[in-house]
């Protein structure tokens, strides 16, 4: 017999499916009991949760397991197998065993290291046992799975890897200033409900935002995550929305936290630039991201007044209604050939200004400065096109330098300017449009940033460690298992032994009747520890070649070479797998 998982989880198939695929209870109750009724298995489990549904059983035959499993998930989760099949993943004898002691270690989760799974894999064991599907076999390896994870938990960090990755994300998205002031009153909208998401949100009340939103394409789910927000403590405001109104609520919120399971994005770079116009203030001459129709900024710069801020009314005399033609004509042959505003410089809040000298007529402006608007950006009002042209080429050059800077620098907004729209996207495949990073007062932190910004994070070093443990145990494990597997071939090897020497001992009582009892005990133990002497060798050195790869077939070879009764090997497991005494203690799973 040989262990095999039939599944899907969020790593194989898409939230939709898992959602479709889910298992009620009595579902999972008839799913083991249908599965007993199949042939190929003798034990089962069921592990299911709304990040995965896995069967594992001990099969005698793999393609048969794999077909019957297969369509047995497909009967009870109410998917057609034909749909169900391309998300399906099979793991089989060690790779099955290793799966398991993944997942219970939070390897597998979509929140890497949470322990919840500990609890899920408990009553899936619970509930085998309950049930009498749950053997030998299942009982070892769930037993021992929810070991290995209390160990990995015990002896590494992994529990707070998941935390990690929310909190550090924040952290790039707060750029030096610490997270808990920089959140302290901003709105916050989560999309997703899932692990990752309500991670997210827990966190992002926890530092001290005044309220989150959060949008889930399940609106229960996200109505539910928004009441654990509120019971929380935190003081934070909490509500949920529907999908259809993330637009709405991109214009009101300040950080943006994306974890789903969509195929797709779920903010393109159109949404969030429609999102920042409609919630900023209104500016002079926006940067505009490429591919975007800049004629009406261009005939705005062409209509700007540049006069200097005089008092016409006062009758004092007006400056010229608009600058040197020639240098207007600069400014839109520079807009339309580099598909930007060549003037931009002065309103942009994403290109890395240069290190050493700032603009030379003083269009840099500080936050805080009087010359800056309600929108954070510098007035124009009084500026000479002279200057303004002068700005333009150090804003060019500026920007020239930002783009020759890693990736990396090049997603995130320049020191000191303002952000607008804070977006971390936590998902993979990415939710947001990676395009984001170029329009003005969006800074975006996704997934890939974080590997390149946290590739010698503790983090890392716990997800390594907790491989490790995995593969040790699972070593173990598979010796065990292979050990054990000879185990009834020894005992019955042993007891075919201590029969011959009781045969023996009659038959010289029937020849030697005059031996008093003091000498028949003496032969009998001589007897006995002659055949002990001669079998002790051979069957420890059995188990140790049966615990090893490829090591089943020395039970084979015992039964041949001393002619070992099947049935009575067969009784033999029957009876150590019945008794009370070789089960672990149950209190070690909980």
């Not at 053997?135 to 707070?160: C, M, P, W, Y």
């Not at 402006?365 to 200057?387: C, K, M, W, Y």
């Not at 494990?477 to 001992?505: C, S, W, Y």
Request: hydrophobic fraction near 45%; include cysteine; aromatic fraction near 2%.
């Amino acid at each position: 017999m040989s262990l095999l998982v039939v599944g899907l989880s969020h790593r194989s198939a898409p939230v939709s499916v898992l959602e479709r695929a889910s298992l009620s209870a009595d579902a999972k109750v008839k799913l083991l009991h249908d599965t007993l009724a199949a042939e190929p298995a003798a034990e089962a489990a069921v592990l299911a949760t709304c990040n995965r549904i896995e069967l594992y059983a001990d099969v005698d035959k793999f393609h048969a397991g794999v077909a019957e499993l297969s369509t047995l998930l497909a009967q009870h989760s109410g998917v057609a197998l034909e749909e169900l099949t391309p998300y399906l993943y099979v793991h089989y004898e060690d790779r099955a065993v290793h799966h398991l002691f993944s997942v219970a270690c939070g390897l597998d989760s979509m929140v890497v290291g949470e322990g919840q799974i500990l609890g899920q894999i408990k009553d899936a064991l619970a509930l085998g046992q309950e049930l009498h599907t749950a053997g030998r076999l299942i009982n070892d390896l769930f037993q021992q799975a929810l070991r290995v994870g209390k160990r990995a938990h015990s002896e590494t960090g992994i529990d707070r890897a998941g935390q990690s990755l929310v909190t550090f994300g924040l952290e790039q998205l707060a750029v030096r200033v610490p997270v808990a002031e920089w959140a302290a009153g901003k709105r916050a909208l989560v999309i997703g409900a899932g692990s990752m998401s309500s991670l997210a949100a827990a966190t992002l009340a926890r530092v001290g935002v005044a309220e989150v939103v959060v949008a889930n394409r399940t609106a229960e789910r996200a109505e539910r995550l928004a009441e654990i927000l509120v019971a929380s403590g935190t003081g934070v405001k909490a509500a949920a929305v529907a999908m259809s109104a993330v637009a709405d609520e991109l214009t009101r919120v300040d950080v943006v936290v994306s974890c789903t399971g969509a195929t797709g994005l779920v903010l393109t770079a159109d949404d969030v630039l429609a999102a920042v116009s409609r919630g900023a203030a209104p500016d002079p001459a926006p940067q505009t991201p490429e591919g975007l129709d800049l004629a009406p900024a261009v005939g705005s710069l062409q209509g700007l007044d540049l006069a200097p801020a005089g008092d016409s009314a006062s009758g004092q005399e007006a400056a010229p209604a608009g600058p040197d033609p020639e240098v207007v004509a600069k400014l839109v042959a520079a807009a339309e050939a580099g598909g930007r505003l060549a003037d931009a410089g002065a309103v942009r809040t994403f290109a890395a200004a240069p290190e050493a000298d700032g603009c030379p007529v003083g269009l840099d402006a500080p936050a805080g400065d009087p010359a800056r608007t309600a929108g954070g950006r510098v007035a124009l009002t009084g500026v000479d096109a002279n200057s303004l042209e002068l700005h333009g080429t150090w804003a060019d050059q500026g920007e020239a330098a930002a783009q020759r800077q890693p990736r990396k620098s090049a997603r995130s907004q320049a020191d000191g300017m303002p952000v607008r729209l804070a977006l971390l996207d936590l998902a993979m495949p990415r939710d947001i449009d990676a395009a984001v990073h170029r329009i003005p007062g969006v800074r975006l932190v996704d997934i890939e940033s974080l590997a390149e910004a946290s590739a010698d994070a503790p983090m890392a070093a716990d997800v390594d460690a907790v491989r490790g443990i995995v593969a040790e145990e699972v070593a173990a494990f598979g010796a065990a298992q292979r050990a054990a597997h000879i185990t009834p071939t020894v005992v019955a090897l042993r007891a075919m032994a201590a029969e011959v020497v009781a045969m023996e001992v009659a038959r010289l009582d029937g020849r030697v009747p005059d031996l008093d009892e003091r000498q028949r005990a003496e032969v009998t133990q001589t007897v006995r520890r002659v055949v002990d002497k001669l079998l002790h060798a051979p069957t420890v050195r059995v188990k140790q070649l049966a615990s090893e790869p490829g090591g089943a077939g020395y039970a084979e070879a015992l039964r041949e070479l001393f002619d070992l009764d099947p049935q009575t090997v067969a009784s033999v497991s029957r009876a150590d797998a019945a008794d009370p005494k070789n089960d672990d203690d149950p209190g070690r799973a909980s």
